[in-house]
């Protein structure tokens, strides 16, 4: 079963669909049992990372999410609050990944929305995945590409589009809006 995080961000329900169409049982919950137990866990969602954060730390999540040892995959937000630092309200993340989320510049058009592509692909997630392969965004914050970069995209920037350290797992695009890329994505993890 997959434990899908529930704290206070939206698009949640978007994930949970795609899981079900992968005939995968999902649960949505803030309960730490059922996340420590969960076969992977995905912390999906879209919103505002000071306001995420404080639920996180309201339910304890803070502290476990860090600690599991089980496949846990962050989708935009859940990716952003998985780094050390958010320029967004400014907010502490999580510290899976040593790397900043930073504003896109001014001068462009805020948010990244829509399809871009993907390179420099590494890792199990992108199993079959070609390289400039598109996937859909929706992001005014980005994550500068490090250590555990595993994909990267450009847009005024290039950044993280993915990272992964360990059993941790993180992209910024949508996979359960990217059509049959997304699909497969989502795929590779629940195989890990």
């Known amino acids: 079963m997959v434990a899908v995080i529930k704290y206070n961000a939206?698009?949640?329900?978007?994930?949970?669909?795609?899981?079900?169409?992968?005939?995968?049982?999902?649960?949505?919950t803030d309960d730490a049992d059922v996340i420590q137990k969960a076969e992977k866990v995905i912390f999906p969602g879209v919103g505002h990372a000071g306001s995420a954060m404080q639920y996180l730390k309201e339910k304890n999540l803070h502290t476990l999410l860090p600690a599991l040892k089980q496949p846990l995959l962050g989708i935009?937000?859940?990716?952003?609050?998985?780094c050390s630092f958010s320029e967004e309200g400014p907010?502490?993340?999580?510290?899976?990944?040593?790397?900043?989320?930073?504003?896109?510049?001014?001068?462009?058009?805020?948010?990244?929305?829509?399809?871009?592509?993907?390179?420099?692909?590494?890792?199990?997630?992108?199993?079959?995945?070609?390289?400039n392969t598109d996937v859909y965004f929706v992001h005014s914050?980005?994550?500068?590409?490090?250590?555990?970069?595993?994909?990267?995209?450009?847009?005024?920037?290039?950044?993280?589009?993915?990272?992964?350290?360990d059993n941790f797992f993180a992209v910024q695009f949508h996979p359960e809006k990217s059509a049959h890329a997304g699909q497969h994505i989502l795929k590779n993890f629940l195989k890990l």
């Not at 935009?76 to 998985?82: E, I």
């Not at 592509?117 to 590494?122: C, F, G, I, N, P």
């Open 10 to 28: 939206g698009n949640i329900r978007s994930v949970m669909n795609a899981l079900h169409r992968l005939n995968m049982p999902c649960v949505l």
């Open 76 to 82: 935009c937000l859940g990716l952003q609050l998985m």
């Open 141 to 165: 914050y980005y994550a500068e590409c490090g250590p555990h970069t595993i994909a990267v995209t450009d847009y005024q920037v290039s950044f993280s589009a993915a990272l992964q350290k």
């Open 91 to 131: 907010t502490e993340g999580l510290n899976i990944f040593p790397e900043r989320v930073t504003h896109f510049p001014p001068a462009g058009k805020v948010p990244h929305m829509g399809w871009n592509s993907l390179r420099a692909l590494k890792g199990p997630l992108f199993d079959g995945i070609l390289e």
